[in-house]
């Protein structure tokens, strides 16, 4: 380690990695006295003077001068102070200029490890800032590569490279190089060796997205989703309310001749989509997260249980529990309510 490479290398990463050369001095420092440790493990002061600007590049270890010494590694003799500068004084402070060529292999090497991750953690704390407003957010991502062995498919947003893995692909989708899909970034992840976006295909919000992105209604808050229920790639519940008694909520988010449902539809894999009207009122809500199975009556004994009992004719239980109960399933989800469907006549068809 010498001058000369420390600040081209400096030069370089400030340049190529967009970096404060402040934020890598404040990491060299920290490796410098790890570094230096390891040479004067017992040192307690040691001084820098880095300046990138002038090329300086000043180590030092500073020591108290004293009469008897009683710790070497942080007091001095005067006649030996006297060596490094003549206005050496009792009671002062010897500076000792440190040549950083003569740091042991084992401390350069040190102070070389911490640098490099210090410049990781940089450049983590850089992409977590740049990618934060993207959090939460549906946002467009080309496929650049689609993995054959594990499915996993590789994304390129804003010139990065983000990793699809198969869970979170819409059961049954079929993604290849050069295709544009929508993903919900749910978060960043900034403890991982780089830091990288979350990113989903099957997550419930992706749903609500979508809406806010193709209703203007929506978008604009005349039109509020209150829930959403998801089973990917299969039916999806969004409860919607307007805050405009001249705007229909359900028509506005399914659009003339149902053009936008359909188009999002299209986007999640011809995933079924049920829109229906929220209501305060949890007996008139759950009745229309069953849809499209008719409900005679709904019983919650207690609300603060979340638990209720609702009928429906005969021939719609089929239709209320839905093929492997996903009806009923998703209906629980969206109203928060475990729901125990029954027949009007209290016999189960066999």
Excluded at 59 to 87: C, F, G, H, M, W
Excluded at 205 to 222: C, N, S
Excluded at 265 to 278: A, H, M, Q, T
Aim: glycine share 6%; with cysteine.
């Amino acid at each position: 380690m010498n001058n000369t490479e420390l600040f081209e290398a400096l030069s370089v990463l400030a340049k190529e990695k967009g970096i404060e050369p402040d934020l890598l001095i404040e990491k060299i420092q920290t490796a410098l006295v790890i570094a230096i440790k390891r040479d004067y493990p017992r040192s307690e002061n040691i001084d820098f003077d880095i300046d990138i600007a002038k090329g300086k590049f000043d180590v030092k270890l500073l020591k108290e001068i004293v009469e008897d010494v009683e710790d070497e590694a942080n007091q001095i003799t005067l006649e030996e102070a006297l060596t490094y500068s003549k206005r050496a004084k009792i009671g002062g402070q010897c500076t000792i200029k440190l040549n950083t060529k003569h740091f042991g292999r084992i401390a350069a090497q040190t102070a070389k490890q911490v640098i490099k991750q210090g410049i990781k953690e940089v450049e983590r704390e850089q992409l977590v800032q740049q990618w934060g407003n993207l959090q939460n957010e549906a946002i467009s991502a080309n496929v650049v590569k689609v993995e054959p062995d594990s499915g996993n498919a590789t994304l390129e947003i804003n010139g990065s490279e983000v990793t699809l893995f198969k869970g979170d692909q819409i059961p049954g989708e079929e993604i290849d190089a050069g295709d544009i899909v929508k993903v919900y970034v749910s978060g960043v992840s900034a403890n991982d060796r780089r830091p990288t976006l979350k990113i989903s295909r099957t997550h419930k919000e992706l749903v609500k997205r979508l809406f806010e992105l193709e209703v203007p209604e929506v978008e604009d808050g005349v039109v509020e989703i209150k829930a959403v229920s998801r089973e990917p790639g299969l039916r999806s519940k969004m409860a919607v309310v307007s805050n405009d008694e001249n705007v229909d909520a359900v028509g506005s988010c399914i659009g003339p001749s149902r053009s936008r449902v359909s188009g999002i539809c299209n986007e999640l894999c011809g995933e079924k989509i049920d829109i229906i009207v929220w209501s305060e009122d949890p007996k008139e809500f759950i009745k229309q997260a069953l849809r499209p199975a008719d409900v005679l009556n709904v019983d919650i004994p207690d609300e603060e249980v979340r638990f209720c009992t609702v009928t429906v004719p005969d021939n719609q239980l089929s239709l209320a529990i839905g093929n492997k109960g996903q009806n009923a399933k998703l209906a629980a989800r969206l109203t928060g309510f475990k729901i125990d469907i029954k027949p009007e006549s209290g016999f189960f068809d066999s």
